[in-house]
């Protein structure tokens, strides 16, 4: 029995090492079947990278000179009244929208208007004792002396009948000029002193525009030289004036020199207290080494593009490192690091490597020309 029960398990190991050598066998040959594809694969080349590439071209652009600059409005007013009274009349909501010489708020007249009919009534009486004089002087039952009496008098009635006008007219507030009104800052019934601030009044087309440049720049600007104004989050095509003005000295401390210019706002999306950048264009124009701006990558250790290169029969991209310039419309300034009529890749950088084979494709028209007149050399 037990001789039996030996030959059994003998068997059960011949088996289970057969079972072991055949798996072995299947996993080493899965393995090196694999190393195999991998080689292989090693040493298959990477297909080539489509891309899109332009030629760096010179282009003129005109001179600017850039800067912060503030808005400012034309006309603008904090209004209050000359006199002291209780708001009876309230003629504006906040915002509104107002022409010259139209009636915003009313004080409380009674007393004024008291005054002034009594001015007037005692005008009356002055003119019609001046006149019965003159009547008398030409029969001459009067002396001269009482006709010049009643003339002074007449001429100081007139004088507080005008006075009078004046008192009711003050406790009258209207706009001085026509524009856009703030918010309203008194209520009906209150009482307000000279001085008090009832609202704010602006014009807003067109708007000052405040900026400085440094001193060097004082003898290439101009009155007159056109302006360019971007607003973020307004209109991307920008807004367009002139300079205005140039202050009449430097500032002592900054060494800078203000600037105002006219901004046209036909829209009145532009308001008061707005900044943006300024570009003042300057007559003389300037030719520029520039790419498309899709060219340019820009990361922590600086800017830089790919340039294709003709090496072993193929087409590769070389990073190269660059100094930028100024953006004009959609294209970047090279300042150094890249030459006139070198291929540069537009589009397809995403998969790119120093050094990869590409493939050109056809560039998009929107890529290789995005909105610039006069330029030269920058067909792929």
Do not use: C
């Not at 059994?8 to 090492?17: A, D, H, K, P, T």
């Not at 298959?44 to 808005?71: C, D, E, F, H, N």
């Not at 039952?141 to 009948?161: H, N, T, Y």
């Not at 000279?194 to 001193?215: A, H, K």
């Amino acid at each position: 029995m037990s001789s039996r029960k030996s030959r059994l398990i003998r068997r059960l190991l011949v088996v289970l090492g057969l079972v072991i050598v055949v798996y072995g066998g299947v996993i080493g040959f899965s393995r090196y079947m694999g190393a195999k594809f991998l080689d292989a694969m090693a040493d298959m080349p990477r297909p080539p990278v489509s891309v899109s590439v332009a030629k760096a071209g010179i282009m003129i652009w005109p001179q600017t000179l850039s800067a912060v600059a503030s808005l400012k409005s034309i006309q603008g007013a904090s209004l209050s009244p000359q006199s002291a009274g209780t708001v009876t009349g309230l003629f504006f909501d906040s915002g509104d929208l107002v022409k010259k010489g139209q009636l915003l708020l009313q004080l409380n007249d009674n007393v004024a208007r008291a005054q002034l009919a009594s001015a007037q009534a005692r005008l009356i009486n002055a003119r019609l004792v001046r006149d019965r004089q003159q009547d008398l002087i030409k029969r001459h039952a009067i002396s001269q002396a009482s006709l010049d009496q009643a003339v002074a008098d007449f001429r100081e009635a007139k004088a507080a009948v005008q006075q009078a006008q004046a008192v009711l007219t003050d406790l009258q507030l209207r706009a001085p000029f026509d524009g856009h009104l703030g918010i309203r800052e008194v209520a009906l019934g209150q009482y307000v002193a000279p001085g008090t601030i009832v609202t704010s009044i602006e014009q807003w087309n067109p708007l000052r525009l405040i900026f400085s440049l440094p001193q060097h720049d004082i003898m290439r600007i101009k009155i007159g030289d056109p302006v360019h104004l971007l607003v973020q989050g307004l209109n991307k095509k920008g807004f367009d004036g002139k300079v205005n003005a140039i202050d009449a000295s430097v500032d002592a401390r900054t060494r800078d020199i203000q600037i105002e210019a006219r901004i046209d706002n036909p829209n009145e999306r532009l308001r008061s207290g707005m900044y943006g950048v300024v570009q003042v264009i300057l007559k003389q124009d300037q030719q520029t080494l520039a790419v498309p701006q899709t060219a340019i990558t820009f990361k922590s250790y600086g800017a830089y593009l790919y340039v294709i290169e003709h090496k072993q029969d193929a087409d590769v991209a070389i990073a190269r490192s660059v100094q930028t310039g100024r953006h004009h419309q959609g294209y970047v300034a090279i300042t150094q690091g890249l030459k006139a009529g070198e291929r540069v890749v537009i589009a397809g950088q995403v998969k790119l490597h120093n050094g990869a084979r590409v493939q050109i494709v056809p560039a998009p028209k929107a890529l290789l020309h995005p909105s610039m007149e006069n330029k030269q050399g920058l067909n792929p």
